[in-house]
């Protein structure tokens, strides 16, 4: 059987939601997707001719996102008519459900070279724009299992997960974000995009917007709840923000890498989902990893870097705390709440990261999972090669 491998990853810096400073407040989504997939062919030096499809995550599926984003990104990207283009939501782990589908569409040899990855204009397309919940889901679910904030808050209480202890894990997201873009480490996974500076000029973007190099524990404790102002202690601060943002792997088989002559960076191991209830939805990665690494048969303590995506402070800790994972391995590079969330495109984004990380660290195994709005968990690992 063919194992599926990774050739590449590449993302955009993430810029900030925003119509008035956000770095991407006049570029189109589809046009961030092309960038990622055009840049991934351009730096692999494949044949475009070669790619059979294109699977994009993306949450908010209507305007400029509407009517399957990743096929008119394949197009505005160059690729041939002939290359296909399918749409994935696994709402926040949509992206990096994309990249297991294609793992296991490149396993079964069904396909033997896919572009996969995600894209989210939170800014464009609101996160709640235009949502209708469903009457009879709240025969069993009250209706704050959509609210993320009140899922956190809710962990916050269950786990007993302080405020101090919380803002001193969003002070290590932005500072350790801090230190890889000063450092270059994120140089070799960050594609430069076109955007716009403060003053409306345009730029050539190449670092992550919403990095707070100037953030302390006197500011994030002087920030109020977010969610629940009686007594909460989710605030902004230590909860990540809303983001643009799109990041693109290139998969195929190691077969057809070997055809080819190109080198994998890592062949995927396995991949796992689960889910979990809604109201604590930030569990979600605990139930995927432990069925993740069942599958593979391996240990926790084997895996030298791991990713879990930072909706919030409150969420990871929760995930470490019940895995009895030490923080020492997850996000040495930060996580969303200093590089951002930007919905849809999250997955590929924190793989893309994990990817370079483990080849900088020479960590032979490596996970990247994800909570998921609603009450699920995904996760993948990886294998250096």
Same mark, same amino acid.
């Given at each position: +059987?063919?194992?599926?491998?990774?050739?590449?990853?590449?993302?955009?810096?993430?810029?900030?939601?925003?119509?008035?400073?956000?770095?991407?407040?006049?570029?189109? $989504?589809?046009?961030?997707?092309?960038?990622?997939?055009?840049?991934?062919?351009?730096?692999?030096?494949?044949?475009?001719?070669?790619?059979?499809?294109?699977?994009?995550?993306?949450? %908010?599926? %209507?305007?400029?996102?509407?009517?399957?984003?990743?096929?008119?990104?394949?197009?505005?990207?160059?690729?041939?008519?002939?290359?296909?283009?399918?749409?994935?939501?696994?709402?926040?782990?949509?992206?990096? %459900?994309?990249?297991?589908? #294609?793992? $296991?569409?490149?396993?079964?040899?069904?396909?033997?070279?896919?572009? /996969?990855?995600?894209?989210? *204009?939170?800014?464009?397309?609101?996160?709640?724009?235009?949502?209708?919940?469903?009457?009879?889901?709240?025969?069993?679910?009250?209706?704050?299992? +959509?609210?993320?904030?009140?899922?956190?808050?809710?962990?916050?209480?269950?786990?007993?997960?302080?405020?101090?202890?919380?803002?001193?894990?969003?002070?290590?997201?932005?500072?350790?974000?801090? #230190?890889?873009?000063?450092?270059?480490?994120?140089?070799?996974?960050? @594609?430069?995009?076109?955007?716009?500076?403060?003053?409306?000029?345009?730029?050539?973007? !190449?670092?992550? %917007?919403?990095?707070?190099?100037?953030?302390?524990?006197?500011?994030?404790?002087?920030?109020?709840?977010?969610?629940?102002?009686?007594?909460?202690?989710?605030?902004?601060?230590?909860?990540?923000?809303?983001?643009?943002?799109?990041? /693109? @792997?290139?998969?195929?088989?190691?077969?057809r890498a070997a055809e080819l002559g190109l080198a994998p960076i890592a062949r995927i191991r396995a991949v796992a989902v689960a889910g979990v209830e809604p109201c604590e939805m930030g569990i979600g990665p605990v139930p995927a990893i432990h069925k993740l690494l069942a599958r593979a048969g391996v240990k926790l303590d084997e895996v030298g870097a791991i990713e879990i995506n930072e909706a919030f402070a409150v969420q990871v800790l929760s995930c470490l705390q019940l895995l009895g994972i030490d923080e020492s391995r997850v996000n040495t590079r930060g996580g969303a709440i200093a590089?951002? *969330?930007?919905? !849809?495109?999250?997955?590929?984004?924190?793989?893309?990261? @994990?990817? *370079?990380?483990?080849?900088?660290?020479?960590?032979?195994?490596?996970?990247?999972?994800?909570?998921?709005?609603? !009450?699920? !968990?995904?996760?993948?690992?990886?294998?250096?090669?």
């Open positions: +059987m063919p194992h599926a491998v990774v050739i590449d990853a590449v993302r955009t810096p993430v810029g900030r939601a925003a119509a008035d400073t956000g770095c991407y407040r006049d570029v189109r $989504a589809e046009d961030l997707a092309a960038g990622v997939i055009a840049g991934l062919v351009e730096r692999t030096r494949i044949d475009p001719a070669l790619v059979e499809d294109v699977r994009l995550g993306c949450v %908010q599926q %209507q305007g400029e996102q509407g009517f399957d984003i990743a096929r008119i990104a394949a197009l505005v990207a160059g690729l041939p008519v002939e290359t296909g283009g399918v749409t994935i939501n696994r709402n926040c782990g949509s992206s990096l %459900q994309a990249i297991n589908d #294609a793992a $296991a569409s490149v396993g079964a040899g069904h396909e033997s070279l896919v572009i /996969a990855g995600g894209v989210e *204009h939170m800014d464009h397309v609101p996160m709640n724009k235009g949502y209708d919940p469903c009457p009879a889901l709240l025969r069993r679910h009250g209706e704050g299992v +959509m609210h993320m904030g009140l899922t956190a808050e809710y962990l916050a209480a269950k786990y007993r997960i302080g405020r101090q202890r919380q803002d001193a894990f969003a002070l290590r997201s932005h500072l350790a974000a801090a #230190a890889a873009t000063d450092s270059g480490q994120f140089a070799a996974e960050i @594609l430069p995009t076109w955007g716009r500076d403060a003053a409306g000029r345009k730029v050539l973007v !190449g670092e992550d %917007q919403c990095i707070r190099r100037d953030t302390s524990p006197e500011a994030l404790a002087a920030l109020p709840p977010a969610f629940n102002p009686a007594g909460g202690s989710v605030t902004a601060g230590n909860s990540s923000p809303v983001n643009v943002g799109a990041a /693109a @792997l290139l998969v195929t088989s190691d077969t590089i951002g *969330h930007p919905l !849809g495109a999250s997955g590929a984004r924190i793989a893309t990261t @994990l990817l *370079h990380r483990m080849r900088a660290e020479k960590a032979g195994l490596g996970i990247a999972a994800m909570c998921i709005g609603q !009450g699920q !968990g995904v996760a993948t690992l990886f294998e250096a090669l």
